[in-house]
């Protein structure tokens, strides 16, 4: 492939992925996302070469034009698209896939205990939202998605949502997944949670079966259930009067 079809398959990419982008010329012009994984390109192919230190200061002239700090040593695949380029942040053993989306504040980073391979691997066409932290030598599978602000610090299956801190699976093929166990919420607040569900249980075998027991979290589904029925009748109702 030469390079002007590489540029070309880039910057059709981005056209493809953000609804913002009008032409060729602004996409040339004003995605400094493009630049620095054009930029990486050179640095990276300078890395392999064993010309180590020219390759990191070519990475930093990258960062200080564009905002993303991409160390030469990573691997990215193909169509990357870093929309709004600010603070992200890929580090020396990251491998990206390809057809990757990294919104702006990124951090595919360590955990600062590891050596070697410390950096995630991110599957093709895994999508990641702005200021989520990916750290460790973690896997994100294909065609997941990662939730804003979240931080990721255990293995995505492929096909899956996550958000949170610690982050956690919300979608898995298609199919909401509800967290009914604390146990797969691994944080502080939820080592309280079972602390106190372990209490109520003791309480309850106290009382001698006096108390029935409560089928878990049936209640918060229903009530969920129901916002959501609610919020889709007052979509529909907005939509209908868009046309009025
Ligand atoms: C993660 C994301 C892709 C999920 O979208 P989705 O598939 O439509 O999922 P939903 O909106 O149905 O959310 C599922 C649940 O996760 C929660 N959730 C969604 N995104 C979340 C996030 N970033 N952090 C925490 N919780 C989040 C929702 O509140 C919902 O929980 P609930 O059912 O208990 O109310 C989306 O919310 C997101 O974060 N996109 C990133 C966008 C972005 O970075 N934009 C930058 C523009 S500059």
Same mark, same amino acid.
């Given at each position: 492939m030469s390079l002007f079809d590489h540029i070309r398959e880039d910057v059709n990419s981005v056209l493809e992925r953000d609804p913002a982008a009008r032409s060729w010329l602004e996409v040339l012009l004003c995605y400094p996302g493009l630049w620095a994984v054009w930029i990486h390109r050179v640095s990276h192919f300078l890395w392999r070469s064993r010309l180590r230190l020219l390759a990191r200061i070519l990475s930093q002239v990258g960062r200080f034009f564009t905002g993303v700090d991409i160390h030469p040593g990573a691997l990215l695949g193909r169509r990357l698209f870093i929309d709004h380029a600010a603070g992200?942040?890929?580090?020396?053993?990251?491998?990206?896939?390809?057809?990757?989306?990294?919104?702006?504040?990124?951090?595919?980073?360590?955990?600062?205990?590891? $050596?070697?391979?410390? $950096?995630?691997?991110?599957?093709d066409r895994v999508f990641v939202g702005n200021n989520a932290n990916l750290l460790g030598n973690i896997t994100v599978g294909e065609n997941s998605r990662v939730g804003a602000g979240s931080v990721v610090l255990s293995d995505v299956p492929p096909n899956s949502t996550v958000v949170g801190v610690p982050a956690h699976i919300v979608y898995r093929n298609g199919e909401r997944v509800l967290i009914t166990d604390p146990h797969d919420i691994k944080d502080p607040l939820s080592d309280a949670l079972i602390a106190l569900a372990a209490r109520v249980e003791k309480l309850e075998e106290q009382l001698g079966g006096q108390a029935q027991p409560a089928e878990q979290f049936t209640a918060e589904a229903a009530e969920r259930e129901a916002y959501r029925d609610e919020l889709e009748r007052l979509r529909q109702y907005v939509s209908m009067g868009e046309g009025i």
């Open positions: 992200v942040v890929i580090g020396e053993t990251a491998i990206v896939g390809s057809d990757v989306t990294l919104y702006q504040g990124v951090t595919l980073g360590g955990t600062g205990k590891g $050596h070697g391979k410390r $950096h995630p691997t991110v599957c």
